[in-house]
């Protein structure tokens, strides 16, 4: 089945305690994201990646660090975890396509983070 | 991605028809729309897409205003399970068309 798989689903840590958040998907699609939800805000990205070796911010990148050595994997580290990175955290994949505007992405299920 | 204005929320009977309307007056030519929607506990999932034409799929049918500057999402038979929220975000070609921004969307609840 054609899919984008995170883990942990969740996870509860403390304050300054390095994690990471892992995404898979088994679609080889080139573009991958990671979007944090949190109440009133909606869906923000925070990076995204074009290809292998290849990473940039999005809207919301403090505090947080990804890195894609292989195709089907895009990582999230925190390096040092602060209660404002409290959210619900989602990994998202598509192709690459020509016309790029019709991009469709595939989500996966959600990491809910808690940090005290 | 230009700015998108939908409804907070709606509500539909069961088994009714849902139209979900969308607002985008400063859509470019280039501008595709693009409908998500996410279930309770759930990420979001892909409903549909279009440039120009109407558009239609097993999930729903998008109509797109002649102008562009609006359209709207059709849910032909509302079941419980379509209760979500539903996004409504124009993506843009070329560069910086892979950032897809997520509006508050509106919330769907369908009474049975």
């Known amino acids: 089945e054609a899919q984008v798989t995170q883990n942990p689903r969740y996870l509860i840590t403390v304050t300054g305690k390095k994690l990471t958040v892992t995404c898979s998907q088994n679609m080889n699609h080139e573009y991958m994201s990671w979007y944090r939800q949190d109440p009133g805000l909606g869906l923000r990205q925070i990076y995204y990646s074009m290809n292998v070796e290849v990473t940039d911010k999005g809207d919301v990148p403090e505090g947080y660090k990804v890195s894609r050595k292989e195709k089907r994997n895009f990582p999230l580290i925190l390096e040092s975890p602060s209660p404002n990175q409290t959210s619900l955290y989602f990994c998202?994949?598509?192709?690459?396509?020509?016309?790029?505007?019709?991009?469709?992405?595939?989500f996966g299920a959600g990491s809910r983070l808690t940090v005290l | 991605d230009a700015k998108t204005t939908q409804p907070n929320s709606m509500e539909s009977n069961e088994e009714e028809p849902v139209h979900l309307p969308c607002n985008h007056s400063t859509i470019s030519g280039t501008d595709y729309i693009h409908w998500y929607r996410q279930l309770p506990s759930q990420g979001p999932e892909y409903v549909i897409h279009?440039?120009?034409s109407n558009v239609n799929n097993r999930m729903a049918s998008l109509a797109i205003a002649e102008d562009r500057k609006s359209s709207t999402l059709i849910l032909h038979r509302a079941t419980l399970r379509d209760a979500a929220v539903y996004y409504c975000?124009?993506?843009?070609?070329?560069?910086?068309?892979?950032?897809?921004?997520f509006g508050k969307g509106t919330k769907l609840s369908v009474i049975p």
């Open positions: 975000i124009l993506k843009t070609t070329g560069a910086g068309s892979y950032q897809l921004t």
């Open positions: 279009g440039l120009t």
């Open positions: 998202a994949s598509s192709f690459l396509q020509g016309t790029s505007g019709a991009n469709v992405l595939t």
